[in-house]
């Protein structure tokens, strides 16, 4: 059977057993669904589905499965990889009505929730009794928690709290085969058997749907302070940041914005950083009272001695609040200065930060494209902000080229080519310049153990899928009839 | 040419002798790989005649876990040693996996920095320690030894090399195979060198003590503790045998439980703390600046039937009751991380096979009924064939197919792992 036959096939089964208000086939509904954050990649779905509940989920896999057609879930649509870009021959599983909070739990200090939930609504539900969910992204307002779950997403305050692979110690998923299978502890934070749950987290929806999650809450600290440190560049405001680990201050958050960015941030937000800033560290310590008392004064210290001309310490939550708007405007803020941008992530070892922003400057110089550089300095994950102009004729590809040079610039330096946002569809030609092929044909391995049939979410994150029961490239096992002794070894 | 001349060609071998036994199954060769090119080369000769393959650390552990079906050749890390790198500036290290864990402390601690696991028996190996998932007491804090992997070379059961991750602390760049290989136990590949994640050495810590004599007491205190917002980075409590006593359910008199808090940070901040945590306990607490002798211990000798228990933060009390009314007159001792929902507890190993199969009963039924489970780590060669050592696992399907992909022919460790695997 052609594809648009066997979809249409699936539609049917699907609204009869799930009713017609969960399936969607209009071409102007399913356009709705074409991109996630990253614009720059669409394709309109062959169908949307809105599943309700796990049992949806399976039956929906299994439609799926019996028309050999591929699906890809998809949460809020945020992910900026291209992640949940769907397939024009399959199905888009949406969890956007998957929103319930099942269960929380503070004796086990944990909450189980469906993966439509958004991010900030279980600290919303928590935070009366002093606790949160620590992975907070930029995007936490929108973004599910199942695409956490897919990109092992991570926040300004992983630096000290870690990501979604260490805050959730339990996944329901619907394998691509269709059966509903626990992986970790559950409520427990240690499991047996080999770590599926770990694997699974940042495998950007390639594995599975996951359809509940266990997550992890954690109290909310005694205390928090929010210094903002003014810097004339970006050298001074490194050497801080490196006093700072070195005095043995692990902040909840050490964050960086350049000249460009500030600007930026001042003409969208009006932050009133301070004039003349060449650079601004944000620093965010927390903790029992005495400890963030003695931590403050050293890391006060350190800014001044590395060359920080104001320092300004947020009073109260409303000038922590103010001291963070910039920052959090600053991707959205970048397109007031231009009418097109790239948002670039990548990780270099923090001490290599003041080598990579200079060459990161050189590049600028040289191809005439802007870079406005917003990162988390205390990780060193990088977000240079690639400026250009799309109406410019070849501005996009060098834009591009600008964005795929940085890139190497940290494969270079020993790091890596997404700290949070995933490979997805943008950047798995990128992964063979990371790891060899007998690398990614073993991570490939765990794929065929869970999707054998490659229907899941495939053509993300590796360039060229390696086809299950295909011999490995190098070094293969012995053949059957090898092992039989029929056969020469060597 | 002899199997023993073609291992030969890889790396140094020798044939075994019988202390080289793996439980009770007598190995054939033992080789001494030094790099992870060697051990890639040892591994295709051992595939080559179809060797099956136990790789052995400090071997502090090797009769954990289920005896393996076969085990031709041992593949021992203790030439597979040293750091490769530390960047102190980046917080980050890259060990080979045959080094000892004591050996990368030192290292690290020059540089006023600690890889945060605890070294619960003295002599493991990093590679040992990350395979079979281990941690201690600073769990509470830092997590497992999959939780300080950022990346890892791994050499497959075929001699193919493979990495994950990286040497930075944020990538998520591919699978994550770190995470998977961590608490393997050696039957998906060897690890051959490890990057890890480092935290620098507090400025202070204290040792806040309390006797406690129920476990109920244990809870209670816990939230009182939960309460005050002290930010523990380690709470252990230890429940010894007493000599001889009968034991219930109830304390007896004169053989407290002692309940132990780690705090650790800035000097000011962990005294002003600890007097917080002492008043907060009451009874007859006070701080220390140095941990009980059992402090990041098992309570388990190498003889005796050795459980692991683990349920949701705050419900260990459970297992712990009815664990010792299930040992009656037998004399069980228990180390409990209750603030992280984990428990060892070591059965004396001369312990009537009948009994042993009840104590873990009602273990794992009272484990399981929180949610968590009961793994029998070690049993004496009378007990172990009485017992299910692992318990139920979810997910065992998706297990064997990982296994089965990772290593077709199943010559890494066979048996040793959960299902048989
Ligand atoms: C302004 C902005 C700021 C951002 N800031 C951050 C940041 O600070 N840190 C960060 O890490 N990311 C950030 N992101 C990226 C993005 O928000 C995260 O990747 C987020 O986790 C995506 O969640 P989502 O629900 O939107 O997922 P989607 O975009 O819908 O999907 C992302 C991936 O997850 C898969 N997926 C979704 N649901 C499931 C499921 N239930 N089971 C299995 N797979 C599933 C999809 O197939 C896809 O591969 C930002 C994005 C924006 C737009
Ligand atoms: C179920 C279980 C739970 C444990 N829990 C804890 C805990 O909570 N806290 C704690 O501190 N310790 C724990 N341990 C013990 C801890 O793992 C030991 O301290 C450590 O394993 C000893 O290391 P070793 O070098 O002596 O390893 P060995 O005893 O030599 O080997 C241990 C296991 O690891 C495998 N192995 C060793 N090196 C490698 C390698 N390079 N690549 C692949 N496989 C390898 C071996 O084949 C063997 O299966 C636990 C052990 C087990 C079995």
Known sequence: MEVPARLAAVAERLVASLGPHSVLTDPAELRTYECDGLARYAVSPGLVVLPETTEQVVETVRACRDADLPFVARGSGTGLSGGALPRSDGVLIVTSRMRRILEVDLDAECAIVEPGVINLAISREVSPAHYHYAPDPSSQQICSIGGNVAENSGGAHCLKYGFTAHHVTGLEIVTPDGDVVWLGGGKCRQSTGYDLLGVFIGSEGTLGIATKVVVRLVQTQQCVETVLAAFEDMASAGEAVSAIIAAGITPAAIEMMDALSIEAAEQAVDCRYPDGAGAVLIVELDGPADDVAAELAAVTARCEQSGAFELRRAADEYERGEIWKGRKSAFAAVGRISPDYIVQDGVIPRTALPEVLADIAALSERTGIRVANVFHAGDGNLHPLVLYDESVPGQGDAAEEVSGAILDLCIGHGGSITGEHGVGVDKAKHLPKMFTADDLDTMQLVRCAFDPAQRCNPGKVFPTPRLCGEVPRRGAAPHPAQAAGLAEAF | ?421
């Not at chain 2, 050696?186 to 406690?212: D, H, N, Q, S, W």
């Open chain 2, 1 to 421: 040419m002899t199997t023993l001349d073609d291992l030969r060609a890889a790396c140094e071998a020798r044939a075994a002798t019988p202390t080289d036994r793996v439980a009770d199954v007598e190995p054939r060769f033992v080789a001494y790989p030094t790099s992870t090119d060697e051990v890639s080369r040892l591994l295709r000769a051992a595939a080559a005649h179809q060797l099956h393959v136990v790789v052995r650390g400090g071997g502090t552990k090797l009769h954990w876990g289920g005896p393996p079906s076969a085990a031709d050749l041992i593949l021992d890390t203790g030439k597979l040693t040293g750091v490769v790198e530390h960047a102190a500036g980046d917080l980050i290290a890259v060990i080979r996996a045959g080094t000892p864990l004591a050996e990368v402390q030192r290292v690290l601690a020059r540089s006023g920095q600690r890889l945060p696991l605890d070294e619960m028996l003295p002599g493991a190996t990093l590679g040992g320690v990350v395979a079979t998932g281990a941690a201690g007491p600073l769990r509470l804090r830092h997590g497992t030894a999959r939780d300080q992997v950022i990346g890892l070379t791994v050499v497959r059961a075929d001699g193919v090399v493979a990495h994950s991750g990286g040497k930075v602390v944020k990538n998520v760049a591919g699978y994550d195979l770190g995470r998977l290989l961590a608490g393997s136990y050696g039957t998906l590949g060897v690890l051959t060198e490890i990057a890890v994640k480092l935290t620098p050495i507090p400025a202070a810590r204290a040792f806040v003590r309390r006797p406690v004599r129920t476990p109920a007491e244990v809870r209670d205190l816990s939230v009182r503790l939960k309460q005050e917002r002290l930010a523990p980075v380690a709470l252990e409590v230890e429940c010894p045998a007493p000599d001889g006593a009968r034991r219930t359910a109830t304390r007896v008199p004169g053989h407290p439980d002692l309940m132990v808090l780690l705090l650790e940070g800035p000097a000011d901040g962990v005294a002003a703390r600890a007097a917080k945590a002492v008043e907060v306990l009451g009874g007859d607490a006070r701080a220390d600046a140095e941990p009980p002798d059992w402090w990041g211990s098992y309570p388990f000798g190498p003889d005796d039937l050795a459980l692991q228990v683990v349920t949701p933060v705050g419900q260990l009390f459970g297992p712990v009751y009815s664990m010792r009314d299930a040992a009656r007159g037998t004399g069980i001792r228990i180390f409990c991380s209750p603030a992280a929902g984990v428990l060892h507890a070591a059965v004396p190993g001369d312990v009537d096979p009948d009994r042993a199969v009840e104590i873990v009963n009602a273990a794992r039924t009272v484990a399981m009924s929180h949610g968590g489970h009961c793994t029998v780590l070690a049993a004496p060669p009378k007990v172990r064939p009485e017992i299910d050592l692992w318990g139920p696992v979810e997910g065992i399907g998706l297990m064997r197919a990982v296994k089965h992909e990772f290593d077709p022919a199943g010559r890494l460790a066979p048996g040793r792992f959960v299902g048989g695997i």
